[in-house]
């Protein structure tokens, strides 16, 4: 049976802790085919090809590649069998070229010396057939995200990869380079190789897939071909349920009373000076005000330049009518300040402290909570509970370490405890930035309800369908400038995507 | 989670005894004698369970002072340092202001050593929140400075002039009461056990703590619901140095009387050691600061009375330190074991 299935996998259970990250999983690959597996975070998507690629072992279950049975692999079996993967995380040393990370720990020799012109050669195959263009002399650090991950790809291909697994490839990319990708994709495909495509993106899915497996709570729920399922179907397999992502955004704000002021800043990044070269705009009262743009053009900087965690060179930043440039953090959470950090493991959350501790981080001082620099510990858990109640965080502990919660569950803490003071301001950066659908769905939600409170919000988000589907109006960055300003009836994919690559707004 | 590693340590401890016993007998002595004289040695009567106490107040207030530097998530390497210099500024104290009245005197003194301490450890702790300069070499240099300092002071202005370097007894007034005569045990131990609650306290249920927890636990994100990190940094060292600066304050005016030129042969090491066997869980602090004191002082009584070395009794606190390392590394592999085990028997 299968006989020419090029990769089966049945019966597939792999679980980590107390947690069943794969339960009965089947998958196969047939030569030359797009196979994408598309599940919510946490469904098992990752860890199933993980399996596959040999960084995990699986608990049970067996592993057919090109007609071998194998109950576990590793990654060096992997390898040896034509396995790839290019993980979420890029895997690249920084200090070396391109070049050096490509051929790294496969170096072609010539005597004791290291072949580059070989190893050149080799390389330049892959660039000139699939279009993968990088700049092989560059040293690591220096490139963007799409080159290192057209890196990773000729890395998998250098090591002689007929079945290449993308985990997540498009989560960091603009819609251009998605678009640049799946060409190199389909490329990869026409000249006979097997790509596994993980996603939660269901549009691009369709795009490029042959087939496509759904994944939910550990289980492979179907595996159907592209063309027998549509989106609306494939969202309620993945979910259990009907989704409502794209939530109207309703009455438009009249945009008379200027909330925050940023008039023309300047700030520094992590290597170079003003990485934020004069900005200005402003966020009006109950508007959602968008930032659009690829990871790195200074959206981060900004945020933490309005948040106080980042000097102000040049410039002010006026909050309700107050300067606020100078002052410290707390000041401007004094103001009615409320924030939604980026980063959600390292700023977000204590992942030292309790479900409770973390959700009163912006109040523990305050007259309710605490009396002559006592914690008032009873005030201190109804709080907690009611919060841990209204937004649904599961488990419903609040003792439990917050470490121990997922990813959706964690970042619904950290919007809890931002959202439980009346803020004024709420700047939200990449507020569902790795976390379930489930989960997507009613952070936005809770957003919007900040919003229809009379609360403002600066959304910062590389998810071009978070941005639309919430902003009234969106600001794209590029290389620490604004390139527009566009409101929403305008602003589609394809001009946002534009200006997201430094084109002039036309 | 607790009452586990209660149980870890208490067989750590039993474990300890019994390789050191093996020992004994290696060296052709009796173990159960030799034991049996320890325990003798540290609690028999007044005068050695009072040595039992009298080493482990400055062994619990060292280790606290460590933890909570730890809690910061700055290893405080210098509390030997503050802890000469909270002695040499008690012993100062305690002769300057003379003819105050006894409790008003012991509180200044206290108040100075402690401040000196503190002061003396908010200079690592600003150099390492400001310039991220590494605190362990800090600290550790600025030991030899304190430590020669407090040389100088009590070999030329603090002098008593009496042949050795010490320096003249402080006023009764200073003097902390004794507790269990003959013994030098003194009501430093109370001191000591209610300084210990209070800073739990502190640390666990004040908003202080809480900053000081989560700056511990997490910089960046104290920073961005707006702790200043760098002045809580800076605020656990002068909290820990002040510990440690009490401490020296507890042996000047509790257990010598006047300051004495190297006094201290590494205390605030040990009690360093005894909290990071404790993980500075503040729990087990002072269960493996008794068990320490217990046998510094039963292996005097045990060298006097079995011929055996104090050096095994070091040899045994080693092999208690290796064996807690060791059950550390244990504890992790057999949940990852009985992980496996558990897994397999839900699948079939």
């Not at chain 1, 002399?137 to 991950?149: C, L, N, V, Y």
């Not at chain 1, 006026?318 to 004094?334: A, D, F, M, Q, Y």
């Not at chain 2, 045990?185 to 306290?201: E, K, M, R």
């Amino acid at each position: 049976m299968n006989e020419n299935k090029l990769v089966l996998m049945q019966g597939i259970y792999k679980s980590f802790e107390n947690v069943h990250a794969v339960i009965d999983a089947n998958f196969d690959l047939n030569q030359g085919e797009i196979h994408s597996v598309v599940g919510e975070n946490g469904a098992g998507k990752s860890t199933l090809m993980k399996i596959l690629y040999g960084i995990h072992k699986p608990d049970m279950g067996t592993i057919f590649v090109k007609n071998k049975m194998y109950h576990s692999l590793t990654p060096a079996d992997a390898i040896k069998l034509n396995i790839g993967m290019v993980h979420q995380e890029f895997m690249l040393a920084k200090g070396v070229t391109v070049l050096e990370n490509i051929i790294l720990g496969n170096e072609p020799h010539k005597g004791q010396k290291i072949n580059y012109s070989e190893a050149q050669r080799k390389i330049s195959y892959y660039i000139d057939n699939y279009g993968l263009d990088i700049p092989l002399d560059k040293m690591t650090k220096d490139i963007s995200i799409g080159e290192a991950q057209r890196t990773e790809i000729i890395k998998a291909l250098y090591r002689g990869a007929q079945i290449l697994i993308l985990d997540e490839p498009t989560s960091v990319l603009t819609p251009q380079e998605s678009e640049q990708l799946f060409k190199i994709l389909e490329a990869m495909c026409k000249d006979g190789k097997s790509i596994v495509f993980i996603s939660h993106k269901l549009n691009e899915v369709m795009q490029i897939s042959n087939r496509i497996t759904a994944m939910r709570q550990g289980k492979t729920l179907a595996t159907v071909k592209t063309q027998d399922i549509s989106i609306p179907e494939l969202a309620k397999l993945m979910v259990g349920r009907e989704v409502f992502l794209n939530i109207a955004s309703s009455d438009h704000s009249s945009r008379s009373e200027v909330v925050l002021s940023v008039e023309n800043i300047f700030v520094p990044g992590e290597k170079e000076l003003s990485k934020i070269r004069n900005v200005s705009f402003a966020v009006y009262k109950g508007e959602i005000l968008g930032v659009a743009g690829v990871d790195g053009n200074g959206q981060s900087e900004l945020a933490e330049a309005i948040a106080g965690l980042r000097p102000v060179e040049k410039g002010k930043i006026v909050l309700n009518g107050v300067s606020i440039e100078k002052l410290p953090t707390l000041s401007r959470r004094k103001l009615g300040f409320a924030y939604i950090p980026e980063d959600r493991n390292s700023q977000g959350l204590n992942a030292g402290m309790t479900i409770k501790e973390n959700l009163i981080g912006n109040v523990f001082y305050k007259p309710d909570f605490a009396k002559l620099g006592v914690l008032r510990e009873n005030n201190i858990k109804l709080l907690a509970q009611k919060l841990v109640d209204r937004f649904d965080i599961r488990p419903p502990i609040i003792k439990a370490n917050v470490s121990s919660l997922s990813g959706g569950n964690a970042q619904k803490v950290v919007i809890a405890r931002e959202m439980n003071e009346d803020a004024s301001l709420l700047l939200a950066c990449q507020p569902t930035r790795g976390v379930d659908i489930g989960a997507i769905e009613s952070i936005r939600k809770s957003i919007l309800d900040a919003k229809r409170n009379g609360c403002s919000v600066l959304l910062i988000s590389s998810d071009l369908e978070e941005i639309l589907s919430l902003s009234d109006r969106i600001l794209v960055m590029y290389e620490g400038k604004i390139t527009g300003i566009l409101d929403i009836s305008e602003a589609n994919e394809e001009n946002l995507g534009l200006l997201m690559m430094g084109a002039p707004h036309v | 989670m607790f009452k586990n590693s209660v149980k870890n340590t208490l067989l750590t401890i039993v474990l300890s005894l019994l390789v050191g016993a093996l020992l004994m007998l290696v060296f052709s002595y009796n173990p159960i004698y030799a034991y049996n004289e320890l325990i003798k040695g540290a609690f028999s009567n007044a005068f050695n369970f009072g040595g039992t106490l009298e080493k482990f107040v400055p062994l619990l207030l060292t280790a606290l002072a460590f933890a909570v530097s730890a809690k910061v998530s700055i290893a405080n390497v210098g509390v030997e340092g503050e802890l000469y210099l909270g002695a040499i500024a008690a012993a100062w104290a305690g002769v300057a202001f003379k003819g105050l009245p006894p409790f008003i005197h012991i509180l200044i003194s206290f108040f100075i050593a402690m401040m000196v301490g503190g002061l003396w450890a908010a200079i690592p702790g600003a150099l390492r929140a400001y310039w991220r300069v590494n605190e362990v070499c800090t600290t550790i240099l600025l030991n030899y400075v304190a430590k020669y300092f407090t040389a100088y002071a009590v070999n030329y202005p603090l002098s008593a002039h009496m042949g050795v370097p010490r320096t003249p007894d402080i006023a009764s007034s200073a003097t902390l009461l004794r507790i269990l005569p003959p013994s030098r045990a003194n009501i430093g131990l109370f001191i000591s056990l209610a300084v210990y609650l209070f800073v739990w306290f502190m640390i666990q249920r004040t908003t202080l703590g809480y900053k000081i927890r989560s700056v511990g636990a997490n910089v960046e994100y104290s920073r961005s619901i707006g702790i200043n990190s760098k002045r809580i940094m800076i605020s656990g060292m002068i909290l820990s140095g002040a510990i440690g600066g009490l401490a020296g304050a507890i042996e000047v005016m509790g257990i010598y009387g006047y300051f004495l030129d190297n006094f201290s042969t590494g205390i605030a090491f040990d009690g360093m050691l005894v909290s990071l066997i404790a993980i500075n869980d503040f729990r087990l602090i002072p269960i493996l600061a008794l068990f320490l004191a217990v046998l510094k002082q039963g292996s005097l009584g045990m060298e006097r009375f079995t011929g055996i070395p104090k050096a095994l009794i070091d040899i045994i606190t080693a092999l208690f330190i290796l064996l807690a390392a060791l059950q550390l590394l244990q504890s992790l592999r057999s949940s990852k074991l009985l992980h496996k085990f558990s897994k397999k028997k839900e699948l079939a």
